[in-house]
């Protein structure tokens, strides 16, 4: 498995082809005969929405796409990016491993989309297969005038972080503990010139963040905190942007066990904010976007055992603030306020945090897109907004009333770590919030995370959901899209 895209200018005769087109004469320049173009002009007449053809030539596929017009861009995108994987399953059964995109409607986005599209849908976990299913990697190759060689760089680069963010998501618990996140932080920022520092355990006592070590505390595995930089010199914002990912390598509840069918099943996926923090750092400094950005990752398993935390406990949190625990599975935001309340030494012009955490996020809205609140002003909102458009990573905006804070009032401690039955997934983010006083935004990515039946070029598994959302949104406040 694997991929190689770059741009080239002459269309190979022998490669599987894939064109993007508006006027159906224009395929006559191809290896198209006239009964095909024939076809799709009479399929296209019967069938209005149909806009995919696919002509197998034995040797190679001739693959058409008609772009959807009169609908917003990013929405014939997303469905460009929805065909490719279909593309990309015949592809993979016919062994075809090089494949040309052809540009014919002049539109960027359109062939940007088509190659991330493809792209990520060839993404497989196979580390632990005794036979690697496709060992092949897949050529691609773009031949389009409204794009340079640098933008199709740009992009392997982004869906090789992609990549890297669900290999993460992907390993289970038993690699992947909270040192070894700490090992292969201070790897990729060796690879991609960020800088990178790992807190151990006696480093993250003597903080005193005491959300991490108590969830750390039925363990046997000692927690981490890392701490990633990238700044460049001309780096656009003169406040860091700080983004925060929940670090939990397996979620078992602790001593509230996961009993419920089915709900522990999945919970190696509970570190894929912090997976989704390293890979952006990896893709914002591969590519050498000016901005200057900070990401933290507190890292824990949450695990019964001897020593494990037990509702009723009072925990001294970083900031001070004390915490009655409720309920030990509500554990994401013990560590993640830790980290967010340390963000403050950064002096932060913005804090994102993405976290698997909570179930009722995803009850709300499914898999189909991410769950955001926060303080932030409506410009960030709106910029994100667009940027999870742009990218199919869209977010559904919850309120942020302050209504919901009495629901975290506690008896005994300045607050309790869960509300109650109602708004689950909001007084989650409001629990957040208040270890900042920065402009804060809380992604809730436990719907789209880790999918357990594949969807498109989302795959099944790890996702990396938000490295394209947080890529483009950076992005785009580097060279803002015309209004
Ligand atoms: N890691 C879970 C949330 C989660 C659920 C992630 C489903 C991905 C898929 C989180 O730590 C958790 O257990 N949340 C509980 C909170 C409950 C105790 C109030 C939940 O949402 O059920
Ligand atoms: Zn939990
Ligand atoms: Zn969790």
């Given at each position: 498995m694997g991929i190689n895209i770059r741009s080239t200018i002459e269309v190979p005769l022998e490669a599987s082809k894939i064109f993007l087109v508006?006027?159906?004469?224009?395929?006559?320049?191809?290896?198209?005969?006239g009964n095909e173009i024939d076809y799709i002009n009479r399929k296209k007449a019967e069938e209005k929405e149909r806009d995919l053809f696919i002509f197998n030539r034995y040797d190679f596929l001739l693959v058409v796409i008609i772009p959807e017009l009169g609908i917003p861009i990013t929405e014939a995108a997303e469905k460009i990016r929805r065909n490719s994987a279909l593309i990309q399953k015949s592809l993979k059964e016919e062994k075809f491993n090089r494949v040309a995109l052809i540009d014919l409607v002049g539109s960027k986005d359109f062939i940007l989309a088509l190659a991330e599209g493809l792209s990520l849908s060839c993404?497989?976990?196979?580390?632990?297969?005794?036979?690697?299913?496709?060992?092949e990697s897949l050529e691609i190759e773009v031949i389009s005038r409204s794009f340079t060689g640098c933008e199709v760089t740009r992009l392997r680069k982004v869906v090789e972080a992609v990549f890297f963010a669900r290999d993460l998501v992907n390993e289970p618990g038993a690699f992947l503990t909270a040192n070894r996140i700490g090992e292969i932080v201070s790897d990729t920022a060796k690879k991609h010139g960020f800088t990178a520092e790992v807190y151990n355990k006696e480093k993250i006592e003597e903080v005193k963040m005491g959300g991490l070590l108590g969830v750390n505390r039925g363990s046997v595995e000692p927690p981490t905190f890392s701490i990633l930089q990238w700044k460049p010199d001309?780096?656009?914002?003169?406040k860091p942007y700080v983004v925060i990912g929940?670090?939990?390598?397996?979620?078992?509840?602790?001593?509230?066990?996961?009993?419920?069918?089915?709900?522990?099943?999945?919970?190696?996926?509970?570190m894929s904010g912090a997976a989704t923090v390293l890979a952006l750092l990896a893709a914002v400094s591969a590519n050498q976007l000016p901005v200057h950005v900070i990401g933290l990752i507190p890292a824990t398993d949450n695990r019964l055992g001897g020593n494990a935390m037990v509702p009723g406990d009072i925990l001294t949190m970083h900031d001070g603030t004390t915490v009655e625990i409720?309920?030990?599975?509500?554990?994401g935001r013990l560590i993640l306020a830790d980290a967010i309340s340390y963000a403050r030494g950064f002096d932060p012009g913005l804090i994102i945090d993405l976290a698997t955490l909570t179930g009722s996020a995803a009850m709300a809205i499914g898999t189909h897109g991410m769950v955001g609140m926060g303080t932030a002003n409506k410009e960030v909102m709106e910029n994100l907004t667009v940027a999870g458009e742009a990218t199919g990573e869209r977010i559904a905006w919850f309120p942020f009333w302050s209504?919901?804070?009495?629901?975290?009032?506690?008896e005994v401690a300045d607050m309790k770590n869960l509300g109650g039955r109602e708004a689950g997934a909001i007084t989650a983010g409001k629990f957040l919030s208040?270890?900042?006083?920065?402009p804060f935004i809380h992604l809730d990515i436990a719907g789209p995370a880790y999918l357990t039946t594949r969807a498109n070029?989302?795959?099944?598994?790890?996702?990396?959901?938000g490295v394209r959302l947080l890529y483009k949104f950076f992005e785009s406040l580097v060279s803002p899209p015309p209004k």
């Amino acid at each position: 498995m694997g991929i190689n895209i770059r741009s080239t200018i002459e269309v190979p005769l022998e490669a599987s082809k894939i064109f993007l087109v508006a006027d159906f004469s224009l395929l006559s320049d191809f290896q198209f005969s006239g009964n095909e173009i024939d076809y799709i002009n009479r399929k296209k007449a019967e069938e209005k929405e149909r806009d995919l053809f696919i002509f197998n030539r034995y040797d190679f596929l001739l693959v058409v796409i008609i772009p959807e017009l009169g609908i917003p861009i990013t929405e014939a995108a997303e469905k460009i990016r929805r065909n490719s994987a279909l593309i990309q399953k015949s592809l993979k059964e016919e062994k075809f491993n090089r494949v040309a995109l052809i540009d014919l409607v002049g539109s960027k986005d359109f062939i940007l989309a088509l190659a991330e599209g493809l792209s990520l849908s060839c993404y497989l976990f196979d580390k632990y297969k005794s036979k690697q299913e496709n060992p092949e990697s897949l050529e691609i190759e773009v031949i389009s005038r409204s794009f340079t060689g640098c933008e199709v760089t740009r992009l392997r680069k982004v869906v090789e972080a992609v990549f890297f963010a669900r290999d993460l998501v992907n390993e289970p618990g038993a690699f992947l503990t909270a040192n070894r996140i700490g090992e292969i932080v201070s790897d990729t920022a060796k690879k991609h010139g960020f800088t990178a520092e790992v807190y151990n355990k006696e480093k993250i006592e003597e903080v005193k963040m005491g959300g991490l070590l108590g969830v750390n505390r039925g363990s046997v595995e000692p927690p981490t905190f890392s701490i990633l930089q990238w700044k460049p010199d001309q780096a656009i914002n003169s406040k860091p942007y700080v983004v925060i990912g929940k670090g939990v390598t397996f979620d078992t509840g602790g001593i509230n066990l996961k009993t419920a069918p089915g709900s522990i099943d999945t919970m190696k996926c509970d570190m894929s904010g912090a997976a989704t923090v390293l890979a952006l750092l990896a893709a914002v400094s591969a590519n050498q976007l000016p901005v200057h950005v900070i990401g933290l990752i507190p890292a824990t398993d949450n695990r019964l055992g001897g020593n494990a935390m037990v509702p009723g406990d009072i925990l001294t949190m970083h900031d001070g603030t004390t915490v009655e625990i409720i309920n030990t599975d509500a554990e994401g935001r013990l560590i993640l306020a830790d980290a967010i309340s340390y963000a403050r030494g950064f002096d932060p012009g913005l804090i994102i945090d993405l976290a698997t955490l909570t179930g009722s996020a995803a009850m709300a809205i499914g898999t189909h897109g991410m769950v955001g609140m926060g303080t932030a002003n409506k410009e960030v909102m709106e910029n994100l907004t667009v940027a999870g458009e742009a990218t199919g990573e869209r977010i559904a905006w919850f309120p942020f009333w302050s209504d919901y804070d009495e629901a975290l009032k506690s008896e005994v401690a300045d607050m309790k770590n869960l509300g109650g039955r109602e708004a689950g997934a909001i007084t989650a983010g409001k629990f957040l919030s208040r270890f900042t006083s920065a402009p804060f935004i809380h992604l809730d990515i436990a719907g789209p995370a880790y999918l357990t039946t594949r969807a498109n070029y989302r795959g099944i598994g790890g996702t990396g959901v938000g490295v394209r959302l947080l890529y483009k949104f950076f992005e785009s406040l580097v060279s803002p899209p015309p209004k």
